[in-house]
């Protein structure tokens, strides 16, 4: 089992301490550091023993020794853990593209559980749940002081129950449950369709089916627009995509890139430090460009839009992402487990770490609240009505059928666009900010 990185949710990495001692001090130092650590491995052992011994209940070993594992990890940061064999397979098949739960990403801020963001398609993104919303409860029991993962674990469950979260949410005076339905949760991490004359590339998640949906899906819709001749431009839509592995963030940067830094890596030891170049190549041969990003943009995501945006390929567009950067390495230890370590801090190409800050948006825009579903309105039965309805009205005789043709196809156009700003007012901006760029051209 090979190791491999992800960009994960958030998280720090502890300074490197450097030292000017002359090696007789230095190796006194260590002598000295090296007794108090069998010191400390010594009283782990007696606390270990006493409990095994004198605790009011007989326990697990294998238990204590795996909670001793985990508490060591997450006391770093809050991305480095301990996973047991079945969470480490689990995992696996995530990265893979199927898995079973709710469809959520979340971590943890103040003691609390927090959605980064929910999946496209998923029972909780088809259920309500937002980036942003705080998990107070499930089925009625307080998530308050338990850990990260032992708050998943009680998310998890078998599929087709039901789960019921309380949920905080910004704006909501009060607290509200939603309930959910576990199922399959089935990622297709990338999906290309055309939106007018622009090409809207949807990126849900960076694991290993990302970049070839992405380069398989472009040319099968450019191939229907005609050629690129017909594209106005891409929309890279990057919204509540919590990120994944590291390769495909920056598969995808180099897709859009013809050289330049994609981004670099740095670790406690410096000569495991990494730099990462584009190799030349852009598969929409230097089309405009829009990169879409909001609250639940985090980890590979922020990689690819920080390195698009310092770069100038692309203008982006939305609201602050998550502000994540740190990357994860997954090492796999003794008995099937794994062990999620954060080993190195990321930055974009101009050098800037998005640790806690985000990546800021050239572009402001913010998506409206989800309106709640009322009841369908009365049909009045008034049905609007034009000249052309009229019995006996005069034909148009100073336009071809061509050009009426033209004409209604512009309205049809036009249409679309409106209920597009009513459905995805973000995608809207940016599907008109091309048509600007493709009109006016680019300085």
Do not use: C, W
Request: net charge negative.
């Amino acid at each position: 089992m090979k190791k491999f990185l992800i960009a994960a949710i958030g998280g720090t990495l502890a300074g490197v301490i450097l030292t000017t001692q002359v090696a007789a001090p230095l190796l006194a130092q260590d002598e000295g550091r090296s007794t108090t650590v069998y010191q400390q491995l010594d009283l782990f052992g007696d606390v270990f023993e006493r409990i095994r011994a004198q605790y009011v209940e007989e326990v697990d070993e294998a238990d204590l020794i795996e909670a001793a594992i985990n508490g060591m990890l997450s006391s770093l940061d809050p991305h480095s853990s301990y996973l047991p064999p079945d969470d480490a397979d689990a995992m696996r098949v995530q990265t893979r593209g199927s898995f079973g739960g709710l469809g959520i990403e979340v971590t943890q801020e103040e003691g609390f559980v927090k959605v980064v963001s929910p999946m496209d398609g998923t029972p909780a993104d088809e259920a309500g749940v937002e980036a942003g919303d705080f998990i107070t409860h499930v089925d009625g029991e307080s998530l308050l002081g338990l850990t990260l993962d032992e708050a998943v674990d009680l998310m998890r469950g078998p599929i087709g129950s039901e789960i019921i979260i309380t949920v905080v949410r910004e704006g909501r005076e009060e607290p509200f449950d939603i309930s959910i339905i576990r199922d399959t949760i089935k990622l297709t991490a990338a999906t290309v369709r055309q939106q007018g004359e622009a090409v809207v590339i949807r990126i849900t998640t960076f694991n290993d089916q990302t970049y070839p949906n992405v380069v398989e899906g472009f040319e099968e819709v450019v191939g229907e627009m005609g050629g690129l001749d017909n594209v106005e431009g891409v929309v890279l839509d990057l919204r509540n995509n919590p990120g994944g592995l590291l390769k495909q963030a920056i598969a995808i940067s180099d897709a859009f890139l013809e050289g330049g830094e994609i981004v670099s890596t740095r670790g406690r030891d410096p000569e495991e430090s990494d730099r990462v170049n584009a190799e030349p190549g852009d598969i929409t041969e230097g089309k405009p460009l829009v990169v879409l990003i909001n609250g639940g943009s985090a980890s590979a995501s922020e990689i690819v839009a920080g390195a698009l945006q310092d770069h100038h390929r692309g203008v982006v567009v939305g609201t602050k992402s998550f502000g994540k950067g740190s990357v994860q390495t997954v090492m796999p230890i003794r008995g099937d487990g794994a062990m999620r370590l954060t080993t190195a801090r990321y930055y974009t190409p101009s050098g800037r770490s998005i640790q806690a800050l985000g990546v800021s948006p050239d572009i402001v825009v913010e998506q409206p609240p989800r309106r709640e579903e009322t009841e369908e309105e009365e049909d009045t039965g008034f049905t609007p009505r034009s000249e052309a309805d009229l019995r006996g009205s005069l034909d148009n005789d100073s336009l071809s059928e061509d050009e009426v043709r033209q004409i209604e196809q512009e309205r049809e156009e036009a249409e679309a666009a409106a209920r597009l700003r009513d459905e995805d007012f973000q995608l809207s901006y940016a599907v008109d900010l091309l048509h600007g760029l493709s009109t006016f051209g680019r300085e």
